[in-house]
Nanobody, 126 residues
Framework: QEQLVESGGGLVQAGDSLTLSCAAS????????MGWFRQAPGKQREFVAG?????????FYADSVKDRFVVSRDNAKNTVYLQMNSLNLEDTAVYYC??????????????????WGQGTQVTVSS
């Protein structure tokens, strides 16, 4: 069982940057595809960004964030990051990291992931 713990959320102003971290507990982290999702009040959980497993993971993004957010991973630290730039009000949500027990593919649906963190709140104010 993989445990994922997100951190780094908070209250920021529009235009600011914020970096989220997700620490994993297992020994096989490097082989997992990792994803970031978010869920705003009253809305469904939506895909934000992901990075495939291995030492040179390939990243993939939702259109709404691809020019502003950067996903990365440090396998030595069992951690995946989401750097968020030029934040706007629509980015306000609870952000979740997720792990898929495969390094293949670019999964963008919640049901494709096997493990989830508890989430961290990001609030963007005007």
């Amino acid at each position: 069982q993989e445990q994922l713990v997100e951190s780094g959320g908070g209250l920021v102003q529009a235009g600011d940057s914020l970096t989220l971290s997700c620490a994993a507990s297992g020994r096989t982290f490097s082989s997992y595809t990792m994803g970031w999702f978010r869920q705003a009040p009253g809305k469904q959980r939506e895909f934000v960004a992901g990075i495939t497993g291995g030492d040179f993971g390939a990243w993939f993004y939702a259109d709404s964030v691809k020019d502003r957010f950067v996903v990365s991973r440090d396998n030595a630290k069992n951690t995946v990051y989401l750097q968020m730039n030029s934040l706007n009000l629509e980015d306000t949500a609870v952000y979740y990291c997720a792990a898929k027990r495969s390094r293949i593919g670019a999964p963008t649906y919640p049901g494709q992931y096997d493990y989830w963190g508890q989430g961290t709140q990001v609030t963007v104010s005007s």
